[in-house]
């Protein structure tokens, strides 16, 4: 199984290039908002405020990490399960955001979304926070300090291991995963 | 009568809430190792791997193996000989949390008010349940758990018409549904009969058991393991992308039922089963 490597931002060409399955090691600026940091953005776009960064052909990585130990940049940072942000997300899609980074299964509206708007999902490791945490060289935040653990990180990542698992076709590894494994066993 | 001071239980409630979140269990790391050879989707070897990698990298850096350190739920087990002195015993275990999740550098995830949220910033209240037995010994099992499963949970009221087919159908429906949110594989507590608050509570317990292990009546001991086969002939897999390992264990605890009922609850765990045990 072959790595990719790719840079952020994302550019139409990595994205095309992607799709499921694929083991993916993510390099450059990623931001971090999960739950109460999406319905703020979410809000503030619905306002027509400035964002507190600039979405176009961004990922957002939906983790709360705990706090940094002495001498460690970041604490624990394993992805959280996405589907929470799932009513915030076509929104943000539609406002320039190209990639976005969880764990679990999305819906239908957010599957629409991504394929409108030429966009990929990956899924991280549920759990492996400490193994993400190696990965992460630099971590800041910018928006929302009062949110603690949720606010906005802005992040450097150096391969950051994900997997790609709806990619900017619809197609979607939470389902043919399942799928092919089950024909392959009969 | 054996008294016990609070500042022993502080103490050891603090050292388990770190100890735990850091440690990945020796049953787990097993059962992990036993699933990759068994395991014959190329993601979900790969899945398997890295989550033992990270095991490793939690133990050696001291960090926690999974962000979502938790809400710590408590069993209790207060032998009647047991004098408490020098605080109150609810009290104490929450100050041990409190200072673990400070000292730990843990995540503090649990908000005051359900609706209106706000972190309590400590970690704190944990949810505590109590059961007074023979002798004079006390014993806590502490288990973080972590919510991305717990969400993933249910319980439903069964009727005694359903019997065992209506419970293995609710079993595989609830995993069936939770898919690869929970962070799969993923280890089931199922709680079979008392009441509808009585069975969440069994289902809870059964989690707390070592992996490999099967309940004492072996009719139950059976039926657990048809369920872990039906559940892992679902394809769910590592993360939810296909394969054969999709539960690790499945527990069940049985408790009495009135006649006109069959409660059963189903609490799902990660495969970052964090729990553990003191005597004092």
Known sequence: MENIKIETPLTITDIDKLTVGQKVLISGVIYTARDQAHKRLYNMIIEGKELPFELKDQIIYYVGPTPASPGRVIGSAGPTTSGRMDAYTPLILEKGLKGMIGKGNRNEAVINAIKLNKAVYFAAIGGAGALISDCIVESETIAFKDLGTEAIHKLVVKDLPTIVAIDSKGNNLYELGTESYLKKDK | ?280
């Open chain 2, 1 to 280: 009568m054996k008294t016990i001071d609070c500042k022993e239980i502080v103490d050891a409630v603090k050292k388990l809430c770190i100890q735990i979140n850091i440690n990945m269990p020796n049953d787990v790391k097993e059962a992990l190792v036993n699933s990759i050879n068994d395991e014959d989707s190329m993601i979900g070897r790969r899945i398997l791997e890295d989550i033992l990698l990270n095991g490793q990298i939690a133990s050696r850096k001291e960090i926690p193996m999974c962000q979502d350190t938790g809400m710590i739920v408590v069993f209790v087990e207060i032998g009647q000989d047991v004098k408490i002195i020098n605080g109150s015993l609810s009290e104490a275990i929450n100050e041990g949390v409190r200072l673990g999740y400070r000292e730990g550098f843990l995540r503090k995830s649990v908000v005051k008010c359900p609706i209106r949220r706000g972190n309590t910033e400590d970690n704190t209240p944990a949810v505590i349940h109590f059961d007074i037995v023979p002798g004079n010994s006390l014993k806590i099992h502490l288990g973080a758990k972590g919510f991305g499963s717990e969400n993933m949970s249910a319980v439903k009221m069964l009727k005694p018409s359903d019997e065992v087919k209506g419970i293995k159908d609710f079993v595989i429906e609830t995993i069936k549904n939770a898919g690869g949110n929970p962070c799969p594989p993923i280890i089931v507590g199922v709680g079979i009969g008392g009441t509808f608050d009585k069975v969440t509570m069994l289902a809870k317990k059964a989690l707390l058991k070592d992996l490999g292990q099967r309940h004492e009546d072996s009719y139950i001991g059976d039926l657990e393991l048809e369920l872990l086969k039906e559940i892992n002939e679902l394809g769910i897999g590592p993360q939810g992308f296909g394969g054969k390992t999709t539960a690790l264990d499945l527990h069940i605890e049985t408790f009495p039922t009135h006649i006109a009922g069959l409660p059963v609850a189903v609490n799902i765990n990660c495969h970052a089963s964090r729990h553990g045990e003191i005597i004092l």
